[in-house]
């Protein structure tokens, strides 16, 4: 594509853009323009809906005046005698009639039936607030809907004179008001009720033909094409003698030839617009191509000598464009014989460098003791290609044994890393072993009424078992076992924080299914890990020896009574805290007598597997305790525990410990003692 194609179809480009945005801005200037006309006609709407009922307001306290003045029509209205109100409003002219100047004259009030002279029924004519109003004297006047296609608008008038207040009440039909308004705006005008039914139209035929539209748009005020005519239509919201929304008046006001004239105007400016577009790119086409075609001519005589023409000869110019491409191009024709000597020399020391690093490529090949394959002969091109493959497979051995040490010398270090590292591992597990057994109680609680006896073995260097036991009160013991879930460093940070929130909470919260309750929503609160702790958490009054618990997903404990006998205690239901936010938590009794003790303990207990993979299992767990039960010695808390764990080191015979081994006894020796 020529040069001046380019510049003309750029302009062309920047003109169709300029053109666009003009277009655009005017899109939005017509915009802004429609949206302040919309107010502008809105406003012009309610103003003429208003002056219409004013104008009607009027014309009907005019007739009530000349009415009330009649000599015997005050009486008449109090009697609600009907034919000679008929009379009297005969004579002044006003007498009510479907087409005349009144549609409706009625008494209401006074106790007596409702005389109603016209079209409608009294009981339509006002509603009960508005007929409270107008018998209190107030001015009661607007737009009555009184069927479903008649609207009224109404005054109201209290009679003068003594006894029960009565209303006279005249009507005029809106129609009157519509074309009131037709006759200032020129528009046809439409009263549709809440539903959008029609109730009263100065043009039915031109309604018919835009309700449908008029429904589909649902504006306050848009634009509308009917048969080929314009019109705007205005929507306003109109409402009844109570201030209640009644309906809506839409106005269709015939626009079509403003319309036709603006469609012409604009047709004419894009026309012009084109026509000078047009102009602008011809003449721009034809100045380039006048411009332009002494520089032709010196690209065709560059091509030439691009081509190996040395027989070119360029006309002599002066400081014009093509006299400064003449002598470019004779600068350009020294340069490619000035770049041809210089290649042939370096073609010559290129050959003699080749020789020498051949000579040291092979030396250094027979010195690695891997001979590289090498044939002597053949094209400048072919050697250079040896070279290049030669070469190519040398720095490959070479990197290859330079990243062979590289990673012997990097997983040295590492592994001298991982050693310092794993020694000071180690070293930490252990101080966060003794510190972790060091915050576990180790005192048995001061009171002769109870015995305690506590174990723990954790499988790993910490664990997430965890016991303890405190005083609530001077006569109440709290106690808890719990194990949780995983093992190593995080399930020990995680029982820390649980074992110290439910002691805090246990000072202040003493009933065991609120402190509960509170325990889980603070841990389930930002538990981002989900992790979960199961325990055994009761109260034991040491005075009466009752032991009020909640088992959060743990496993039941076990009952050592006097008799001998061994009974497991009843679940609660509960899940392991820290799950769910808002979990009911249950409790329960547990009566302890004097001597009975209570057996608690973690499912490594249940979980020990012997080296063939059996489970240790509950059922040998109650072996055990009714075999320490029956053993005597009921006067100490610790014969079950160490007799249960002597049974689950037989069992396990050396195998290793697969989780955390926590026990707890507790024996209640009574408020006697």
Request: net charge negative; glycine share 8%; aromatic share 4%.
């Amino acid at each position: 594509m020529l040069l001046r194609t380019r510049i003309t179809l750029m302009v062309a480009a920047s003109l169709l853009l300029l053109a666009a945005g003009w277009r655009v801005a005017t899109l939005v200037r017509d915009q802004l323009a429609e949206r302040r006309l919309a107010v502008a006609v809105q406003t012009a709407h309610a103003a003429l809906w208003s002056q219409a009922l004013a104008a009607q307001d009027r014309e009907l306290d005019e007739r009530m005046d000349k009415l009330l003045l009649m000599p015997g029509f005050a009486l008449s209205a109090r009697q609600a005698d009907a034919p000679a109100l008929e009379r009297l409003l005969a004579d002044a002219g006003a007498q009510p009639a479907q087409a005349g100047p009144l549609q409706v004259a009625a008494v209401l009030g006074g106790g007596r039936a409702p005389a109603v002279l016209g079209v409608a029924m009294a009981r339509e004519l006002l509603d009960a607030d508005s007929l409270e109003r107008a018998v209190t004297g107030d001015s009661v006047d607007g737009l009555r809907l009184v069927g479903p296609r008649q609207a009224l608008v109404l005054s109201t008038r209290r009679l003068p004179g003594e006894g029960e207040p009565q209303v006279l009440v005249l009507a005029r039909d809106v129609r009157q008001a519509l074309d009131h308004i037709r006759d200032r705006s020129g528009a046809e005008l439409t009263l549709l009720d809440l539903r959008g039914r029609l109730v009263a139209t100065t043009d039915e035929a031109l309604w018919r033909q835009a309700a449908g539209h008029v429904a589909q748009r649902g504006a306050q005020v848009d634009a509308l094409r009917l048969d080929g005519r314009s019109y705007t239509v205005s929507a306003l919201a109109v409402n009844d003698l109570a201030g209640h929304p009644a309906g809506s008046v839409v106005a269709l006001l015939d626009q079509t030839r403003d319309a036709q004239a603006q469609a012409f105007l604009g047709r004419l400016v894009l026309a012009g617009m084109g026509l000078a577009v047009l102009a602008v790119l011809l003449a721009l086409n034809a100045y380039l191509r006048a411009s332009l075609r002494p520089l032709e001519k010196s690209i065709d005589a560059l091509a030439a000598l691009a081509q190996g023409d040395d027989s070119v000869h360029l006309p002599a110019g002066g400081n014009d464009e093509i006299g400064r491409i003449a002598r470019a191009v004779a600068t350009f024709r020294r340069n490619a014989q000035e770049l041809a000597a210089t290649r042939a020399l370096r073609e010559r020391v290129r050959r003699r460098q080749e020789r020498l690093l051949r000579t040291r490529l092979q030396v250094l090949a027979e010195a690695t003791q891997q001979p590289l394959a090498w044939h002597a002969g053949g094209s400048d091109e072919e050697q250079l290609r040896q070279l290049a493959a030669v070469m190519n497979e040398l720095s490959g051995r070479l990197v290859e044994q330079h990243q062979r040490l590289t990673g012997m010398v990097q997983e040295l270090r590492e592994a001298l890393v991982t050693k310092t590292r794993l020694a000071g591992l180690e070293q930490e597990l252990q101080i966060a072993a003794q510190v972790q057994l060091s915050i576990l109680p180790h005192n048995p609680p001061q009171d002769a009424r109870v015995q305690l006896h506590c174990h723990i073995t954790p499988a790993r260097e910490v664990g997430g078992d965890f016991y303890d036991y405190f005083f609530i009160d001077e006569s109440r013991l709290g106690f808890v076992i719990a194990d949780v879930s995983g093992k190593g460093v995080p399930a020990a940070l995680f029982m820390t924080i649980t074992r110290t929130l439910l002691k805090a909470t246990a000072q202040f919260v003493g009933e065991p299914t609120r402190c509960l309750t509170q325990l889980n929503d603070l841990l389930a609160a930002e538990n981002e890990q989900m992790m979960f702790v199961t325990l055994f958490y009761g109260v034991l009054d040491l005075a009466s020896g009752q032991a009020q618990y909640v088992n959060a997903g743990h496993n039941p404990p076990y009952v050592l009574r006097a008799d001998g006998s061994v009974q497991a205690v009843a679940r609660t239901g509960g899940m392991a805290v820290a799950v769910s936010e808002g979990f009911p938590y249950r409790s329960a009794l547990l009566q302890l007598q004097p001597g009975e003790r209570l057996f608690l303990y973690t499912d490594g207990v249940t979980e020990a597997f012997d080296p063939d993979g059996r489970e240790y299992g509950e059922e040998r767990l109650e072996r055990a305790l009714r075999r320490a039960a029956a053993a005597g010695a009921p006067d100490t808390a610790e014969a079950p525990a160490r007799a249960v764990l002597a049974d689950v080191h037989q069992f396990e015979r050396g195998a290793p410990q697969a989780d955390d081994i926590t026990c707890m006894v507790l024996r209640y020796v009574g408020a006697a003692h």
